[in-house]
């Protein structure tokens, strides 16, 4: 079979404007990159119609190394629809070039249930990413200067200061830096460190903006630190908002693309769900929402993470209200939670196979939290076997769910017509009613309990001496009726990645906070979770290239 990135150069592609033209959008209100990409106005965002179409969620059991592929089944989805005659459209997350060049080499989809142009997304696609990479180290030269400057010296703390800089590439290196040595002309010297700019707040504050002027609030509202005297220092503070919002002045404008069959998709935004909100823009979603009747989107990492920020975070802040949710496993993943061995999870193993659907079951409990109904997508593979499919699908026929094979990654929309049926049945019937976990009004230690016994499972939370500080300050910040955003390994239920399954008899740990005051969340930060990752042994980028031609190998 051809690889991915052959596929997509292999594609025929379409002009943008005629992918505009099939939502009927006018060719006025395109803002072109290129022949293939265009940014589209805000203001074709329609409060009215977004209330009567229909978003479904794609979201994931515990994800596993060899990935389940939600993208795929998202883009799948979206051009199955398509063939039953739906209007649909996939909203989804633009790559970080992090992943691309680590461990991915790509996220765009794959095998025939793609996104493209395939190489433009996965690069630098229309510039958003460097937009709120400029926008955020305006921010980290502001405050610095402002140590500096004496005679406009907001005397801040820098023991206090938890901004930091982004750069869009996995440097572990860069994760703790001593910044301003070479003498006083030079700054303040002081430790300082890089996040990837996925785990921007900027780039949180993007995906929950709603307008422009919200945009600005939510820049003003960034906390940095605190003064000596102990008042708390904020962007707006530092007259930072109207030029950090003219860097982000067209990075705000959600991006439209195609899917490999000729569909049109939107991407916007891509925080990580491990320590951000892990969706799309709110913006993105309801244009989407006020193109077409069904808006496929996805949330990222397992349910625990991506899917319920996606319903306590997203939904809550936005009104949205989703339909029906899709959850995505394959065969190698339930042999992987069952405790299958690295070195055969290609290999039948039915007994694996039956103990890793206790991973899926907790997922698909969680979703009844949320009052929401789903399916299950089962990613079909060369090495499954029908016994164990059949093991899957009986399992959840015990909870009432449907599960059905997707074949979409060698199909393409072809092998989705069963699952695009079977969403459509589910938002026919009208079968969910979808609530948020928790009440925003509950004292912040509930909240962050309720997420972790009812989602992960555990029996309690323990804080450190640190987090324990940080909740009276969360308190007296004013910022305890803000949401919960946890961070934490997408690798497990609990917060140590070793504890693959449907782990029982455990407690979360809360090492410390971040507040996220821009965004409207605060961050619970559980075991060692990090902002900035580092490259794998074998870095994707090793495997890229390029000819004299300009074409790309290498992506995949």
Same mark, same amino acid.
């Given at each position: 079979?051809?690889?991915?990135?052959?596929i997509?150069?292999?594609a025929?592609?379409?002009?943008?404007?005629?992918?505009a033209?099939?939502?009927?959008?006018?060719?006025?209100?395109l803002?072109?990159?290129?022949?293939?990409?265009?940014?589209?106005p805000?203001?074709?965002?329609?409060?009215?119609?977004?209330?009567?179409?229909?978003?479904?969620?794609?979201?994931?059991?515990?994800?596993?190394?060899?990935?389940?592929?939600?993208?795929?089944?998202?883009v799948g989805?979206?051009?199955g629809?398509?063939?039953?005659?739906e209007n649909?459209?996939?909203?989804l997350?633009?790559?970080?070039?992090g992943?691309?060049?680590?461990?991915?080499?790509?996220?765009?989809?794959?095998?025939?249930?793609?996104?493209?142009?395939?190489?433009?997304i996965?690069?630098?696609?229309t510039?958003?990413?460097a937009?709120?990479?400029?926008?955020?180290?305006l921010l980290?030269a502001?405050?610095?200067?402002?140590?500096q400057?004496?005679?406009r010296?907001?005397?801040?703390d820098?023991r206090?200061?938890?901004?930091?800089r982004v750069?869009?590439?996995?440097d572990r290196?860069?994760?703790?830096?001593?910044?301003?040595?070479?003498?006083n002309q030079?700054?303040?010297v002081?430790?300082?460190?890089?996040?990837?700019?996925?785990?921007?707040?900027?780039? #949180? *504050? &993007?995906?929950?903006s =709603?307008s422009?002027d919200d +945009? $600005?609030?939510?820049?003003?509202n960034?906390y940095?630190?605190?003064t000596?005297?102990g008042?708390?220092?904020f962007?707006?503070?530092?007259?930072?908002?109207?030029?950090m919002?003219?860097?982000?002045?067209?990075?705000?404008k959600p991006?439209?693309v195609?899917?490999?069959?000729?569909?049109?998709?939107?991407?916007?935004?891509?925080?990580f769900a491990s320590?951000?909100?892990?969706?799309?823009?709110?913006?993105?979603?309801?244009?989407?929402?006020?193109?077409?009747?069904y808006?496929?989107?996805e949330?990222?990492?397992?349910?625990?993470?991506?899917?319920?920020k996606f319903f306590?975070?997203k939904?809550?802040?936005?009104?949205?209200?989703?339909k029906?949710?899709?959850?995505?496993?394959?065969?190698?993943?339930?042999r992987?939670?069952?405790g299958?061995?690295? #070195? *055969? &999870?290609?290999?039948? =193993?039915a007994?694996?196979? +039956? $103990?890793?659907?206790?991973?899926?079951?907790?997922?698909?409990?969680?979703?009844?939290?949320?009052g929401?109904?789903?399916i299950v997508?089962?990613?079909?593979?060369?090495?499954?076997?029908?016994?164990?499919?059949?093991?899957?699908?009986?399992?959840?026929?015990?909870?009432?769910?449907?599960a059905?094979?997707s074949?979409?990654?060698?199909?393409?929309?072809?092998?989705?017509?069963?699952?695009?049926?079977?969403?459509?049945?589910?938002?026919s019937?009208?079968?969910?009613?979808?609530?948020?976990?928790?009440?925003?009004?509950?004292?912040?230690?509930?909240k962050?309990?309720?997420?972790?016994?009812?989602?992960?499972?555990?029996?309690?939370?323990?804080?450190?001496?640190?987090?324990?500080?940080?909740?009276?300050?969360?308190?007296?910040?004013?910022?305890?009726?803000?949401?919960?955003c946890?961070?934490?390994t997408?690798?497990? +239920?609990t917060d140590?990645e070793?504890k693959?399954?449907?782990?029982?008899?455990?407690?979360?740990?809360?090492r410390?906070?971040?507040?996220?005051?821009g965004?409207?969340?605060?961050i619970?930060?559980?075991?060692?979770?990090?902002?900035?990752?580092?490259?794998?042994?074998?870095?994707?980028a090793?495997?890229?290239d390029i000819?004299?031609?300009?074409?790309?190998?290498?992506?995949?």
């Amino acid at each position: 079979m051809l690889s991915d990135i052959e596929i997509a150069q292999n594609a025929p592609i379409k002009h943008i404007k005629e992918i505009a033209a099939s939502l009927n959008i006018s060719n006025d209100d395109l803002e072109y990159y290129g022949k293939y990409k265009a940014k589209l106005p805000l203001k074709l965002i329609n409060q009215e119609k977004i209330s009567k179409n229909h978003l479904i969620l794609v979201t994931a059991v515990t994800p596993t190394p060899a990935g389940e592929g939600k993208t795929t089944m998202s883009v799948g989805l979206v051009d199955g629809l398509n063939k039953i005659g739906e209007n649909a459209i996939a909203i989804l997350r633009e790559p970080s070039l992090g992943p691309v060049f680590g461990l991915k080499g790509g996220a765009a989809g794959g095998g025939y249930a793609q996104v493209i142009p395939m190489e433009d997304i996965n690069l630098h696609f229309t510039g958003d990413f460097a937009a709120i990479e400029k926008a955020n180290n305006l921010l980290a030269a502001l405050i610095d200067h402002n140590l500096q400057n004496s005679k406009r010296s907001l005397q801040i703390d820098p023991r206090s200061i938890t901004w930091k800089r982004v750069i869009d590439l996995n440097d572990r290196a860069l994760r703790h830096t001593v910044i301003g040595l070479g003498g006083n002309q030079n700054g303040m010297v002081r430790e300082d460190g890089f996040n990837i700019t996925p785990a921007s707040e900027i780039m #949180a *504050i &993007l995906c929950m903006s =709603q307008s422009l002027d919200d +945009l $600005k609030l939510r820049l003003g509202n960034i906390y940095i630190g605190q003064t000596y005297a102990g008042t708390p220092v904020f962007a707006r503070d530092l007259n930072a908002v109207g030029a950090m919002t003219i860097l982000l002045k067209d990075a705000i404008k959600p991006n439209l693309v195609q899917t490999l069959e000729g569909n049109p998709a939107i991407l916007h935004g891509g925080p990580f769900a491990s320590i951000a909100q892990g969706t799309n823009s709110i913006l993105a979603t309801k244009m989407g929402l006020s193109l077409a009747e069904y808006v496929v989107t996805e949330a990222g990492f397992g349910a625990d993470l991506g899917a319920e920020k996606f319903f306590d975070i997203k939904c809550r802040t936005s009104g949205l209200r989703p339909k029906a949710v899709v959850m995505v496993t394959t065969i190698r993943a339930m042999r992987h939670h069952g405790g299958a061995k690295k #070195a *055969i &999870l290609d290999q039948p =193993q039915a007994e694996k196979v +039956l $103990k890793g659907c206790e991973n899926l079951g907790k997922h698909l409990e969680n979703m009844r939290h949320f009052g929401m109904k789903a399916i299950v997508a089962i990613n079909r593979f060369p090495t499954d076997t029908a016994e164990e499919i059949a093991i899957v699908k009986d399992f959840c026929a015990k909870f009432g769910i449907k599960a059905i094979e997707s074949k979409g990654f060698a199909e393409g929309g072809r092998g989705m017509v069963e699952i695009a049926e079977e969403v459509r049945n589910l938002v026919s019937n009208n079968e969910s009613n979808f609530s948020p976990l928790y009440d925003l009004d509950l004292p912040f230690e509930e909240k962050i309990k309720t997420i972790a016994t009812k989602i992960y499972g555990a029996d309690d939370v323990a804080y450190s001496v640190k987090a324990k500080m940080q909740l009276k300050q969360i308190n007296e910040l004013g910022f305890g009726k803000l949401p919960v955003c946890m961070a934490k390994t997408p690798k497990s +239920l609990t917060d140590d990645e070793r504890k693959i399954g449907r782990p029982k008899d455990f407690i979360i740990n809360i090492r410390e906070f971040e507040y996220a005051a821009g965004a409207g969340f605060v961050i619970p930060i559980l075991g060692e979770i990090m902002r900035m990752p580092g490259l794998p042994n074998i870095p994707a980028a090793e495997s890229m290239d390029i000819d004299e031609c300009g074409k790309i190998n290498g992506l995949s």
